[in-house]
């Protein structure tokens, strides 16, 4: 039985995390710390869970604590990260790993000589429909694959007005905007099923200086971007175009294409309101619908319900690595080359020119 305290235990966690561990066995949700005492309780009491904390440390430091799972704002994550490691526990951080990638780097490197296992929640590595792509794409069902084009919302980040409760992320030193979560996560699904970026050029259009706070006559500085344009070359050769765009409301979908030499492959979704790494698949190989086998699909839950099937997928991966004694998919390490593409996206709209991704 792994034994797992989660800090940041309302709100995302909540929604995902919280009832993943209650679908699966082998797992024991055991502690849980918030920022104040109330919530703490509050969350405990909410999933049957034993212990609340205030503190991190003191959860992280706890004999009842096997796995950290970080679920607070992105520049928390390292100081939170550290304290698992120095308490020797396994951690399951959320994505963004930090606030940028010499940071994430760090922690990369911090965790690797820590000795335990080290998972980050890029829930799309675990999406049965993106390995099920991969496997198709390198299977030739489409022949050599040529080019990608990749179109996804990114709301609620980016967009004229914002929610009270993210108010904080049009700073871009927090580490949470379009590109670092809506962009990170596309990327580190469209990585998953045609394979890494090694050079891009983009823009970044940021054309709102202020914007609303929903609800509260306000406005805040802007400093996010309001969409993500990038052309990039896969390792592969392939060209990949991405357009991620902003908004205020709930996401209205997204579009993948592959383009092989042989045929195409295309990827929506089987309902709308639901991010890629979220949800299920309409697959296409040339106009034809293709079904995901039932072998690709371990986690317990309907796909169709949400985020908590591909975080429970997760899950599911620590247990392996943890039993196996191998690291997990995937890692710090795999978040520090995740986060060194959004870094060479950063430095190709500055710029201007193409660059060379890290």
Avoid at 91 to 119: C, F, K, M, T
Wanted: proline share 6%; no cysteine.
């Amino acid at each position: 039985m792994i034994k797992v305290g989660v800090v940041g235990a309302s709100g995302w966690a909540g929604v995902s995390h919280l009832p993943a561990l209650a679908g699966l066995d082998g797992f024991a949700v055991t502690a849980v710390a918030t920022t104040n005492q109330a919530s703490a309780d509050k969350a405990a009491a909410a999933h049957g869970v034993p212990l609340a904390f205030t503190d991190a440390r003191t959860l992280a430091a706890h004999p009842e604590v096997d796995l950290v799972v970080v679920s607070v704002k992105a520049a928390e994550h390292a100081k939170v990260i550290r304290a698992a490691l120095e308490a020797g526990r396994h951690v399951l951080s959320e994505w963004p790993l930090g606030v940028d990638a010499a940071e994430a780097d760090d922690l990369a490197r911090a965790a690797g000589a820590a000795g335990v296992v080290h998972a980050v929640n890029l829930q799309g590595h675990q999406s049965p429909d993106a390995r099920y792509v991969a496997e198709l794409i390198a299977d030739g069902a489409v022949g050599r694959l040529e080019s990608v084009a990749l179109v996804a919302a990114g709301d609620p980040l980016g967009g004229p007005r914002i929610a009270p409760e993210l108010a904080w992320s049009t700073d871009p030193s927090r580490g949470t905007t379009l590109l670092t979560v809506m962009a990170g996560h596309f990327l580190a699904t469209l990585d998953r099923m045609a394979g890494r970026l090694t050079e891009v050029s983009a823009r970044l259009p940021s054309p709102y200086d202020h914007v609303e706070v929903t609800g509260t006559g306000r406005t805040v500085p802007n400093g996010a971007p309001a969409q993500v344009l990038l052309h990039g070359i896969l390792e592969n050769g392939a060209t990949a175009s991405v357009a991620v765009h902003g908004g205020s409301g709930s996401p209205d979908g997204f579009l993948v294409k592959f383009v092989g030499s042989e045929g195409t492959l295309t990827v929506t979704p089987t309902q709308p309101g639901m991010y890629m790494h979220w949800t299920d698949w309409d697959i296409r190989v040339d106009g034809e619908r293709v079904a995901v086998p039932d072998a690709y699909r371990t986690a317990p839950f309907d796909p169709a319900a949400g985020p908590v099937a591909n975080v429970a997928a997760v899950y599911q991966e620590i247990a392996r690595s943890i039993a196996e004694g191998r690291p997990p998919h995937p890692d710090f390490h795999t978040a520090a080359a995740q986060h060194r593409v959004l870094a060479a996206i950063e430095r190709a709209a500055r710029s201007g020119a193409v660059e060379r991704v890290g």
